[in-house]
């Protein structure tokens, strides 16, 4: 019986000639990625009195969410990481002004195809779109790596998604992950590896891969695949001068479940409050007002995403009634941006673009005020996720948020881009 490719790299990764699900292994990660919460298992590993790491060039500390800080607790918290980077003399560190941890990860050539990676982050499942298994992993487990260079993790079964067909104008990863999510439920995948397959998925650039592994942990997702091709190889080029290993699920390989999406019957939709999975199509709640647009997270605001909104908004003005906040995910998108013009295009539209990173996906940044509604391209609407409790969130792609930021209301992207 072959493996998976969840199967394959656990084994690899923990010195067995095969796993299988529900297997416990110890296994060894390529990386161990924190971003702003190092501050927290700093503190673990100074209560344990540990004063040497188990490899420290697997080590990749990023400050990300609340930058600059906003208050004087997140700058004493940046502070002790910085210090503490510096104590330690890490090699990877990355300080408030290169963005978002998982993008600046992939850019600086820390993902790679074959790698395990955990991180204190849920959306860590981001790097499977380079065929690497990503997980999200808690403080307390990150100072543990840290230490002894291993944990142990359950192999997960895998469930198999064919994308068939051709995305229609208008529709984008966005929607096709949040169609999926909405058609399996937030809990379909809990726990699960996911492998995306199929002519359509071997036609998705790196960046929409991106969209569809990051979203993968809004239905559970233990880690969510690609398995490496062509594309993997073009983005890497530049990045790192390591040999790839462009590991595949084997032929015979088994799957828990299968499912087929069909990309030709997609439409443009949006996930309403308060549940990432409680989705409907744009054309049902066409005409809603909102009072912030948000483009923004590691699922939606690289370079490709940039320029969606621009092609949309140029020659337009957003509408009075809206604030539109646009936050680019890294240092290396902002600048690709504002060398093809497209920042100034954006500032002509009136979009407010504040620094690379998390902002208002993590309350960052545009905090909602009272009866507010944001409509947003960033990963959750749960209730309270900008900030305040009474205010609601929807989600959608970059495209719907950028016709929407215009009209005033939600609105079918279809309008500008058909």
Same mark, same amino acid.
């Given at each position: 019986?072959?493996?998976?490719?969840?199967?394959?790299?656990?084994?690899?990764?923990?010195?067995?000639?095969?796993?299988?699900?529900?297997?416990?292994?110890?296994?060894?990660?390529?990386?161990?990625?924190?971003? /702003?919460?190092?501050?927290?298992?700093?503190?673990?590993?100074? %209560?344990?009195?540990?004063?040497?790491?188990?490899? @420290?060039?697997?080590?990749?500390?990023?400050?990300?969410?609340?930058?600059?800080?906003?208050?004087?607790?997140?700058?004493?918290?940046?502070?002790?990481?910085?210090?503490?980077?510096?104590?330690?003399?890490?090699?990877?560190? /990355?300080?408030?002004?290169?963005?978002?941890?998982? *993008? !600046?990860?992939?850019?600086?050539?820390?993902?790679?195809?074959?790698?395990?990676?955990?991180?204190?982050?849920?959306? =860590?499942? $981001? /790097? #499977?779109?380079?065929?690497?298994? #990503?997980?999200?992993?808690?403080?307390?487990?990150?100072?543990?790596?840290?230490? &002894?260079?291993? *944990?142990?993790?359950?192999?997960?079964?895998?469930? %198999?998604?064919?994308?068939?067909?051709?995305?229609?104008?208008?529709?984008?990863?966005?929607?096709? $992950?949040?169609?999926?999510?909405?058609?399996?439920?937030?809990?379909?995948?809990? /726990?699960?590896?996911?492998?995306?397959?199929?002519?359509?998925?071997?036609?998705?650039?790196?960046?929409?891969?991106?969209?569809?592994?990051?979203?993968?942990?809004?239905?559970?997702?233990?880690?969510?695949?690609?398995? @490496?091709?062509?594309?993997?190889?073009?983005?890497?080029? #530049?990045?790192?001068?390591?040999?790839?290993?462009? !590991?595949?699920?084997?032929?015979?390989?088994?799957?828990?479940?299968?499912?087929?999406?069909?990309?030709?019957?997609?439409?443009?939709?949006?996930?309403?409050?308060?549940?990432?999975?409680?989705?409907?199509?744009? =054309?049902?709640?066409?005409?809603?007002?909102?009072?912030?647009?948000?483009?923004?997270?590691?699922?939606?605001?690289?370079?490709?995403? *940039? %320029?969606?909104?621009?092609?949309?908004?140029?020659?337009?003005?957003?509408?009075?009634? !809206?604030?539109?906040?646009?936050? @680019?995910?890294?240092?290396?998108?902002?600048?690709?941006?504002? %060398?093809?013009?497209?920042?100034?295009?954006?500032?002509?539209?009136?979009?407010?673009?504040?620094? @690379?990173?998390?902002?208002?996906?993590?309350?960052?940044?545009?905090?909602?005020?009272?009866?507010? $509604?944001?409509?947003?391209?960033?990963?959750?609407?749960?209730?309270?996720?900008?900030?305040?409790?009474?205010?609601?969130?929807?989600?959608?792609?970059?495209?719907?948020?950028?016709?929407?930021?215009?009209?005033?209301? $939600? &609105?079918?992207?279809?309008?500008?881009?058909?």
């Amino acid at each position: 019986m072959g493996m998976t490719l969840a199967e394959k790299i656990l084994a690899r990764k923990s010195g067995e000639s095969m796993v299988v699900p529900g297997q416990i292994v110890d296994a060894y990660p390529d990386k161990v990625m924190s971003h /702003y919460a190092t501050y927290r298992a700093v503190n673990v590993m100074k %209560k344990l009195g540990v004063e040497k790491f188990y490899d @420290p060039d697997r080590i990749v500390i990023i400050i990300d969410h609340r930058v600059p800080a906003r208050t004087a607790d997140n700058a004493n918290q940046e502070k002790i990481s910085r210090d503490f980077a510096r104590e330690m003399k890490l090699r990877n560190f /990355y300080d408030v002004h290169k963005g978002i941890a998982h *993008l !600046v990860m992939m850019e600086k050539g820390h993902v790679l195809p074959g790698y395990l990676i955990v991180g204190t982050d849920s959306h =860590s499942t $981001i /790097y #499977g779109c380079m065929g690497a298994l #990503g997980s999200g992993i808690g403080y307390t487990e990150c100072a543990s790596v840290w230490i &002894t260079g291993k *944990l142990w993790m359950k192999v997960p079964e895998t469930y %198999k998604v064919v994308l068939k067909g051709e995305m229609p104008k208008g529709v984008y990863a966005k929607d096709l $992950i949040l169609d999926f999510i909405g058609r399996v439920t937030a809990n379909g995948c809990t /726990y699960k590896a996911v492998e995306f397959h199929g002519d359509l998925a071997l036609r998705l650039t790196m960046f929409e891969r991106m969209t569809l592994s990051c979203m993968s942990m809004e239905m559970g997702a233990k880690a969510a695949f690609f398995p @490496p091709d062509e594309v993997t190889v073009n983005y890497l080029k #530049g990045r790192t001068d390591k040999e790839l290993d462009l !590991v595949q699920p084997d032929a015979d390989a088994e799957y828990a479940k299968e499912f087929m999406v069909e990309a030709d019957k997609l439409e443009p939709v949006v996930a309403v409050p308060h549940h990432v999975d409680n989705i409907k199509k744009v =054309s049902e709640v066409a005409g809603q007002p909102f009072h912030q647009a948000f483009v923004g997270s590691c699922a939606n605001a690289n370079f490709d995403d *940039l %320029k969606i909104v621009a092609d949309i908004v140029k020659g337009h003005k957003v509408d009075p009634g !809206v604030r539109f906040i646009l936050a @680019p995910s890294s240092q290396e998108a902002f600048l690709e941006a504002a %060398k093809t013009g497209l920042i100034q295009t954006l500032i002509d539209a009136n979009v407010l673009i504040t620094n @690379p990173g998390c902002a208002a996906c993590a309350d960052d940044t545009g905090t909602l005020a009272d009866g507010e $509604i944001c409509l947003s391209a960033s990963t959750r609407n749960f209730l309270g996720r900008m900030g305040n409790r009474k205010s609601e969130i929807y989600l959608s792609s970059p495209a719907t948020v950028a016709a929407s930021a215009i009209r005033g209301v $939600i &609105t079918d992207p279809r309008e500008f881009v058909g």
